[in-house]
T-cell receptor, first 116, second 114 residues
Framework: AQKVTQAQTEISVVEKEDVTLDCVYE???????LFWYKQPPSGELVFLIR??????QNEISGRYSWNFQKSTSSFNFTITASQVVDSAVYFC?????????????FGTGTRLTIIP | AAGVIQSPRHLIKEKRETATLKCYPI?????VYWYQQGPGQDPQFLIS???????DKGSIPDRFSAQQFSDYHSELNMSSLELGDSALYFC?????????????FGQGTRLTVV
């Protein structure tokens, strides 16, 4: 069975601070995908990143960066120089790499509040 | 670019009524997923279809059924609605290899059962 743990339920930081959201996962699959989604107050799920289990390279996209460590089963997400628009619930998720059936198992989410 | 279209966006039903939610995937996507997100919860997988055949089933109540049609759109039918069915229902679509895309989510249907 797959499991995703986001131990941080809520985080508040002052604007322009850096913040890291933690994600730890469990799976017996050797090939899988890891994801981060953002859910703003409007409710839609915004895709941020998908990472293949064979690709442990860290990734940076603007103010966002992701640290994938297979040895610790973690896929952490850092926002640099946070902005008020970053306020949202962030979900980490996991799926098997099984075409036609890549259902997502989500973590419980981290509510991030950026204080102006 | 075309996105996943869900209709309706909002729906209010009374207990014991039925509801039908529709999902139109991105063109050329062959897989559709349905998720239910209760208030303050994470999305939970309900059911998926690949090439119009059910590919997996999650915690979907027997009162719910779904199918994917020949044009790849999907419908989630919910009967004997209960107060606890009030939630945000997401549809997502993806393309299997060789395109191998991630799942793209629709904006969701907010169902309120009163």
């Amino acid at each position: 069975a797959q499991k995703v743990t986001q131990a941080q339920t809520e985080i508040s930081v002052v604007e322009k601070e850096d913040v890291t959201l933690d994600c730890v996962y469990e799976t017996r699959d050797t090939t899988y995908y890891l994801f981060w989604y953002k859910q703003p107050p409007s409710g839609e799920l915004v895709f941020l990143i998908r990472r293949n289990s064979f690709d442990e390279q860290n990734e940076i996209s603007g103010r966002y960066s992701w640290n994938f460590q297979k040895s610790t089963s973690s896929f952490n997400f850092t926002i640099t120089a946070s902005q008020v628009v970053d306020s949202a619930v962030y979900f980490c998720a996991l799926s098997e790499a099984n075409f036609g059936n890549e259902k997502l198992t989500f973590g419980t989410g981290t509510r991030l509040t950026i204080i102006p | 670019a075309a996105g996943v279209i869900q209709s309706p966006r909002h729906l209010i039903k009374e207990k014991r009524e039925t509801a039908t939610l529709k999902c139109y995937p991105i063109p050329r996507h062959d897989t559709v997923y349905w998720y239910q997100q209760g208030p303050g919860q994470d999305p939970q997988f309900l059911i998926s279809f690949y090439e119009k055949m059910q590919s997996d089933k999650g915690s979907i109540p027997d009162r719910f059924s779904a199918q994917q049609f020949s044009d790849y759109h999907s419908e989630l039918n919910m009967s004997s609605l209960e107060l606890g069915d009030s939630a945000l229902y997401f549809c997502a679509s993806s393309a299997a290899p060789p395109m191998n895309t991630e799942a793209f989510f629709g904006q969701g249907t907010r169902l309120t059962v009163v």
